[in-house]
């Protein structure tokens, strides 16, 4: 043994070190073996990495003799450099091993080129998994092409001296999956700049990453292909860096985007409609709900409490929907609210201060700041589209968002367009007569200073100097549609704002553009367009619905504001161009921001703090980073700028959680993201909503508590069966339970599912804390009313999934049964209606009682071929019980258009979606073969007799099954599929008769056909 170890040590090259005098800063063992692919750079990578060495003062030894893999051998390197290595260079499983065992304890591991793709996956997937976090390169680009790799983390000692768009040749990897999230991104490459070739990534192509994995560290990159590389100072800067790092002479974190060393902590999922929300200083979480109620969690005791509740008005998308906390908070108490007054004399929005005083919300203390117009049913129907965010900049000025006040829905002539209504009467359709005002302050972002006597000063720097003639001195910009999240950065002053866009996906026409929505970061006061302008300064044009005359488009640089209803200035200031811009289709420009509905949210910038002490701050890799997330798409991007302000990247962050409509976030001063959630459904009261943290814990992970309860509420005394069922700990560590009943701080049981019977009426929150074995905790609430029983509210009619065609009058009938209050006061049950719009629904004015007629054209017009619904959302607040409080239930009910297409199925099996300019809104259902199947819910037949389709064929095969709650439940119709003669030619099958079914249910298309490939379907109607 000694003779062999001995052998080994002879067949080391030496390369010494000039600091020969000095012990070396690390020893690394340079490897070279390819029994693959031999690269030719690898001698000249050889004699950069002996140059390095004696430049910066470690020691390494170079070899291509597998048998140093050994325990002993191994044990005396900090780093193992893995040059251009091929094929299976291990020779024997003790061997990799031995490979394994040194990565365990803690050693270094730093990759270089062909290394990522030794192609030995199936004999050693250990390797990829390690290397690349389980990706592996397919091909790469056709030779050595120049292109540009963009680095984003600047802090890493790999990168933190590279410029941010580093243009070189390479023969640049392409990788079966991204392996971000699995591996700490360093430098991606941009496959504009080059051709990927076949196997191309698209906007987000790492091409050097580092992780730490198994307990060592992990740094590797895919360039290094040629040899001129070994020489470019760049390059050999970029690789010594992570050797360094590597091998632990040099610290870096390597966890930003490495998606496990996160955790999304639940803080409070029993909210309500959240809006918006901010942080104090000693950690409590402030948030608010549309209904009216200021909500405190406080990190204590792991519990929400209500401080107060406002009176407000909620119809459309009014209600309690902004507030901030005062800068100085911790010593005043203060909070601004963005309210719609209930009791108002006239129709405003105000932002209001309100003082907290010991955990309380003091009403008395109002000091009214600004009313803003907000139009509300009493005067035209509810318009929307209010905006509410309030935030604070560095210097102390308070911003508020407003949004511009005009219906998006009213009228067919505009839907999807910038509604610039100039007729007399229709002034409530012109959004010129506010966003585009110069004298309006609504579709703004407002600037004022607050005073301590609770009134306002102009500050210095807005758009208008005070006294300006037909303007607001308030507007800090203005020419938004509804910039309903956006964020002033602490650092630079800079606001992040973010602006939504008219729901339209078609092309542009002579009118104006598709419905493009829009990410602006305004560092001075402008004009960012609408309703002339919108996306990428595309502009809009004049209509005349009368006489269907479109005018010439404006121009987004020398713009003005014609309107006869416009009580500012003509001539306004130049169209600001926004730093993102996208529709409903895959953006050129910004493809990182996917597809789909578009709601987009400024987002927070990050701010490190190298001095917090908090072990959860998010890393230096953040630093200077805006956080731009998406309320349909549900997704959070990070966005980075370069050194001339200019968005250099936009990256996934955090794609394995799940964001449920996110609807707010902020940085806490602990440096956790914390976010609040709408929940899945447009309308609110969703079970599903939430207020949650997320900690960069990196290995340090806390149990999830999750907690259920057999009632909720209920007359005393009040019997409940409690569960911790679902409660986990991500490293798998064992857990220990304690439940906490009412409340009081004292856990009164170490059970996993206890019981617990309420004997006096009052309202509880029982808590479950659970412990891991490393003593991290996890908590869970779970809100009992014992006295009380919630109302169950039901909408008799019309039946969930209705058929019906727009402008139908639909009687509605809601029942409502209370043990508590008995015979039912209908004049407070409420039915509000919507159009419901893809993924999101229009709200309207609440409709006071139990029964009554909806007109479904009310709601106006819209796009042809829209994905509608028309949907009644019903609620019942009762009148609490002796000692308990109120509850609230709620129903829904979804009535579909009897013409619907294929497209907007809610599940399917074995179909695409084809884009076809002869398809009805330009798509259809294809790839249909025999089994497969698309499905709608919820939808119901009854008064249906009969179904038809569109559709093309060239053979004539087959049939369409119409089936009940599974592809192979109740068979309701069966239609033969005709030949069409063509696949873009379309025809309307005859109608069969539909079998009576009554109730709501799944609808499923099913598809039978004795071959593959046979049609296509466009769309289905019922009559």
């Not at 007054?341 to 405003?348: L, N, Q, R």
């Not at 949210?601 to 953040?622: H, I, L, Q, R």
Request: charged content about 25%; proline content about 7%; glycine content about 12%.
């Amino acid at each position: 043994m000694v003779t062999l170890l001995a052998a080994v040590l002879l067949a080391l090259t030496a390369l010494p070190s000039s600091a020969a005098e000095k012990a070396p800063a690390f020893k690394a063992l340079l490897f070279t073996k390819a029994v693959g692919y031999v690269h030719g750079s690898i001698p000249a990578g050889i004699e950069m990495v002996k140059e390095e060495a004696e430049e910066n003062g470690f020691e390494v030894d170079q070899t291509d003799d597998s048998t140093v893999f050994n325990d002993a051998a191994l044990a005396e390197y900090d780093v193992i450099i893995m040059l251009q290595n091929s094929g299976m260079v291990w020779d024997t499983d003790e061997q990799r091993a031995a490979m394994q065992t040194y990565v365990q304890n803690g050693g270094g591991v730093a990759a270089i080129h062909n290394t990522l793709d030794m192609g030995i996956e199936n004999e050693f997937p250990w390797w990829d998994e390690l290397i690349n976090g389980g990706a592996h390169m397919p091909s790469h680009s056709p030779g050595v092409l120049q292109g540009t790799a963009k680095v984003a983390d600047k802090t890493h000692p790999s990168t933190k001296g590279l410029p941010e768009r580093w243009e070189r040749p390479e023969e640049w990897y392409n990788f079966d999956v991204n392996p971000r999230g699995d591996v700490h991104v360093l430098v991606t490459a941009d496959e504009s700049t080059y051709n990927p070739g076949g196997d191309a990534m698209g906007a987000d192509h790492p091409i050097s990453w580092c992780r730490n994995a198994e307990g060592g560290k992990v740094w590797a990159t895919a360039m290094g292909h040629d040899t001129p590389a070994y020489s470019e100072a760049e390059f050999r800067d970029h690789v010594i860096g992570g050797v360094k790092w590597a091998a632990g002479a040099e610290a870096g974190d390597c966890g930003g985007t490495v998606w496990n060393g996160y955790e999304k902590v639940t803080l409070d999922d029993d909210t309500a409609d959240p809006m918006e929300l901010d942080v104090a200083k000693d950690g409590r979480v402030y948030y608010v709900q549309r209904a009216g109620e200021v909500q405190v969690f406080d990190p204590e005791t792991h519990q929400t409490t209500t401080a107060g509740k406002l009176d407000v008005y909620t119809g459309g998308e009014d209600g309690l929907v902004g507030m901030e906390l005062d800068p100085n908070f911790a010593k005043n108490g203060w909070i601004y609210l963005y309210y719609a007054p209930a009791g108002s004399a006239e129709d405003v929005n105000r932002l209001s201060r309100f003082t907290l005083k010991d955990g309380k919300l003091d009403t008395a203390s109002e000091k009214k700041l600004l009313d803003v117009p907000a139009y509300r049913d009493r005067t035209f129907p509810e318009p929307g589209h209010t905006g509410g965010a309030v935030e604070f900049g560095p210097d102390g000025t308070l911003y508020l968002g407003t949004g511009d006040d005009v219906p998006p829905n009213l009228s067919p002539d505009w839907q999807g367009y910038s509604p610039i209504d100039w007729r007399e009467g229709e002034e409530m359709l012109d959004a010129a007569r506010t966003a585009g005002n110069t004298n309006d302050l609504r579709g703004k972002i407002l600037r004022i200073k607050p005073t301590k006597g609770g009134t306002y000063t102009i500050p210095k720097g807005n758009m208008f100097a005070q006294g300006t003639d037909k303007t607001r001195p308030e507007i800090y910009a203005m020419g938004f549609r509804n910039p309903f999240r956006f964020t002033v950065d602490q650092e630079t002053g800079y606001v992040h704002a973010a602006d939504y866009g008219p729901d339209r996906g078609l092309p542009t026409t002579d009118r104006g553009p598709e419905g493009m929505v829009e990410y602006n970061v305004i560092k001075k006061p402008g004009n960012f367009g609408w309703p002339f302008c919108h996306g990428d300064n595309q502009p809009y044009a004049p209509y005349n619905p009368d006489t269907g005359e479109i005018g010439a488009k404006f121009d987004c640089d020398n713009l003005t504001n014609p309107s006869p209803n416009n009580t500012g200035l003509t001539e306004l200031p130049p169209v600001q161009k926004p730093d993102i811009w996208y529709g409903y289709g895959p953006s050129e420009a910004f493809p990182e921001m996917g597809e789909g509905g578009s709601g987009p949210m400024g987002g927070p910038v990050y701010n490190y703090d190298a001095d917090n002490p908090s072990e959860t701050k998010f890393p230096e890799y953040f630093d200077g980073v805006s956080f731009l997330y998406e309320w349909t798409r549900n997704y959070v991007k990070e966005v980075r700028f370069d050194a001339n302000e200019e968005v250099l990247k936009i990256n996934d962050f955090l794609s394995s959680a799940k964001f449920n409509k996110p609807m707010d976030m902020t940085f806490g001063p602990d440096g956790s993201l914390y976010v609040l959630e709408w929940g899945s459904a447009f309308g609110g009261g969703n079970s599903d909503s939430g207020l949650y943290r997320i900690d960069y814990s990196q290995g340090k992970r806390s149990p999830v508590a999750k907690a259920t309860a057999s009632a909720t509420n209920g007359p005393v005394p009040l019997a409940v069966d409690f569960s911790s069922e679902g409660s986990s700990d991500a490293d798998g560590d064992a857990l220990s339970f304690e439940w906490d009943f009412d409340g009081d701080g004292t856990f009164d049981s170490t059970d996993a599912d206890p019981s617990h019977t309420y004997d006096t009426a009052g309202d509880f929150t029982a808590q479950l804390k659970v412990t891991d074995s490393t003593g991290k905790t996890g908590y869970a609430n779970v809100p009992i009313t014992a006295g009380n029983t919630a109302p169950k509210v039901t909408i008799e009619t019309p039946v969930d999934g209705k058929l019906i065609e727009f402008g139908d009058q639909v009687p509605y009938k809601v029942t409502v049964t209370d043990p508590e209050d008995g015979e039912i006061d209908c004049s407070k049950v409420f039915v509000n209606p919507a159009l419901g719009h893809d993924d999101h629904e229009h709200s309207t004015s609440d409709l006071p009682g139990c029964e009554g007629t909806v007109d479904t054209g009310d709601l106006g017009g819209h796009p042809e071929g829209a994905d509608l619904t028309y949907v009644l959302n019903a609620r019942y607040q009762d009148g609490g019980g002796d000692g308990a409080g109120s509850l609230t239930g709620y129903a829904k009910s979804v009535l579909q258009p009897k013409h619907k297409q294929a497209e907007y199925y809610d599940d399917q099996s074995g179909t695409r979606i084809v884009s076809q300019a002869g398809a009805e809104n330009g798509k259809r259902i294809g790839d249909v073969s025999d089994g497969d199947w698309v499905a709608f819910e919820p939808m119901s037949v009854e008064g249906m007799s009969q179904v038809s389709y569109k559709l093309s064929s060239p053979y004539g095969v087959g049939a369409i099954e119409l089936r009940a709650d599974s592809p192979d439940g109740q068979l309701l119709a069966t239609t033969p599929v005709p030949n069409t003669g063509d696949w873009d030619t379309y025809q309307a099958t005859e109608a069969v008769p539909v079998e009576a079914l009554a109730g709501s249910h799944k609808l499923y298309l099913k598809f039978t056909s004795p071959q593959n490939n046979s049609f296509d379907v466009d769309s289905v109607t019922f009559g």
